[in-house]
């Protein structure tokens, strides 16, 4: 053990416990990169952004064309849903003028409400007749079958939040094979339901696939699902339905490994995914050329060379159908585009996506500069630092933009660029409070430990104070105020008023520490930790802890009193300051701790534990002091000492008597303390004797003396004890001891 400390000690000196820190900070990094949090991920998805908006792809083709149920055809042609024989004679129209394939964003999942047959049981003054001749005609959804029939037209359909209808298992579904690792389809996006089209026309399609599109966290759109799970099934997406239809590819197959899906393979084509079976959308720019109202396709006014040859999605661009999709190279792209541009990224062979290797690259990024940046910064002035920050950077955005510009992969050069950056603010973090350090003198480090006084009589003598760390027997005291919450809670609107009342009580009890040769350790909130006999010597450390427990309750008396008067002058409610403190002597070390960045004189130990659970346990024997054996034996002669318990807290081994301190010395040589006193001995005596009834009866004498109401809540609590062990007698060898359940 020794060699270890001096082995790292000589590191320390020799590489710097700065660069430590920096090492340890590159493992964070890469750690948090390997998990790869939403915070990190957005970063991430915020630079392909920029790089998409700084070269879009650039379009040398437009195989595709979008028939648009725009706001001209809604308002020519009337609101939506239109007949399915208008649709019918779209289909038909696109078709006669050369359309490949005919794609609709949009699911026919209900029966046309104007199918003859219902308009011949909805209108209420037709005649028989010809409520007759309307049932014998064939319905709209037959019609747009026929027409469906007659083209290549691949049908929409969406996933859902919740199952609406169980899946017609004798309608068409594409077949989709894995290759590679199996039981890939965890990593797909599932959707518990899935909405179909009418089974007359779903039945008769080329092809049908999802256009759901899931939007990142921020709402935008850069990926689309090519394959995803509905209601139990693996399904294509619409865009990837279209392709599959074009490249007459029987069946999809889906390439996979460990992490999850790879790619999807056409006949000819294999696209490359994420792990989840989304592909990167590399975006151009919104092209209005590629629109062609539906009105002008039903009027046949649209030239031919926008529809022979053409890929043809349907959809909408009307505000009013609510399909407006944010991208990262505009914030109101109709959702149809989105599938158009998926269509053009393929079959231009432009995809982008980020490759098995990127995140290698990118943690070895991060390891080589960070390792550079660790081992020159230190060495280098300010000038060259600064020059060196702005090298690194400009490497790692070339390296990320060099990778997208020639080769469509993205690579974040984010991630190694904040953790180098990290390091080197680390760095000059740590170098800049190694020279405040420096200046800081000894008087000064004195100044934080304790009194005025007590650091002047340390200059006067230096050779009492051991900063490295020494055992010594200490009294050690932890104070805490009760339901100090619910005080906290009253001044929520005004948070300058609860400051200026922790003020108003530590400063008084910090007083009485000080004046009794206490040490100060910390504040925590609204607690207080102290200790006596360190760093100087006092011969009488138990007798001046005590005592200046006392003197904390009787100042926070006083503080009572006042707050009380201001409560009934201002009309406030008035809660008191209740205060719980714990005492316990014992060895501790004692020295100074922490770090070479900042150091505390404080003390460490079992006796520093036990004063702590004290402290915890004054509410529930309800004494507001108790203190430990050791404690209570130094000054038995000086104060009115309480047995309270044998107990065994959590951590010990040994079983530890506690006491509450009642008062000083006019209150141990009183009558009604001497008669609760000798009840309470007798109370313990029968308790741990076995003898319930006999505790029992002795707590109700206990009730009957003066001032007995002090003592209500440990009889109380030793009434609950004595019913249980009534009921479940303790072991066989039972000590008496009572192992608390609370720290």
Known sequence: MKRLKILRRWFARKFGFARLMCLALLVVFAGARLWDPPPIQELRLRTFDMFQLIDPRHKTSRPVTIVDIDDKSLAKLGQWPWPRTRIADLIQNLTSNGAVTIGFDMV???????????????????????????????????????????????????????ISSEIDKSLPFTGIATVGEEGAERFLFEFPGLLR???????????????????????????????????????PSLSLEILRVVTNTPTLLVRTDKSGVRAVRLKGVEIPTDKNGQLWVHYARQDSSIYVSAADVLDNTVPPSKIAGKLVLVGTSAVGLNDIKTTPVSSTMPGVEIHAQVLESVLGGAVISQPNYALGVELLAALVIGLLVITFTPNLGPVRLVLAGAMFAAILVGVSWFFYAQYRYLIDFTYPLLSTTAIYLTLIFASFVHEQRQRVQIRGMFAQYMSPVLVEQLAQSPEKLVLGGEEREMTIMFSDVRGFTTISESYKQDPQGLITLMNR???????????????????????????????????????????????????????????????????????????????????????????????????????????????????????????????ALAAKDKFAILELDFIMVKGKTEPEVIYAIAGREDVMHSGPFQRLRNVTIEMLGCYRNRDWQGALDAIERGRRSEDADTLEKLFKLYEARIKEFQVNPPAEGWNGAYALLTK
């Not at 009418?198 to 599109?213: W, Y």
Request: with cysteine; glycine share 10%.
């Open 197 to 235: 089209n009418v089974p007359v026309i779903e039945k008769v399609a080329a092809g049908r696939g999802l256009f759901s599109i899931k939007t990142e966290r921020d709402g935008l759109i850069r990926r689309v699902p090519l394959i995803m799970r509905a209601q139990g099934m693996v399904m």
């Open 108 to 162: 026919f999942s209900e029966a046309d409400r104007l199918n003859p047959d219902l308009v011949a049981s909805q209108m209420r003054y037709l005649d028989d007749a010809t409520r007759a001749k309307l049932r014998e005609l064939p319905t709209n959804d037959q019609v747009l079958s026929e027409a469906i029939k007659r083209s290549r037209v691949v049908l929409g359909e969406t996933g859902q939040r919740a």
């Open 505 to 631: 009580f530590l400063t008084p009890l910090t007083d009485v520490i000080i004046d009794q040769k206490g040490y100060i350790d910390k504040y925590m909130g609204d607690a207080i930790m102290a200790f006596w006999n360190a760093p100087l010597d006092d011969a009488e450390h138990e007798v001046n802890a005590c005592e200046a427990a006392i003197q904390m309750l009787e100042r926070i008396d006083a503080v009572n009193k006042d707050r009380e008067q201001e409560a009934a002058d201002g009309g406030h409610v008035y809660i008191p300051l209740n205060v719980g403190i714990g005492l316990n002597t014992g060895i501790g070390v004692v020295g100074n701790m922490g770090s070479d960045l900042k150091k505390n004189y404080s003390v460490l130990g079992d006796s520093v534990n036990l004063a702590s659970r004290l402290e915890g346990q004054s509410k529930e024997y309800g004494f507001p002091i108790i203190v430990g054996s050791r404690t």
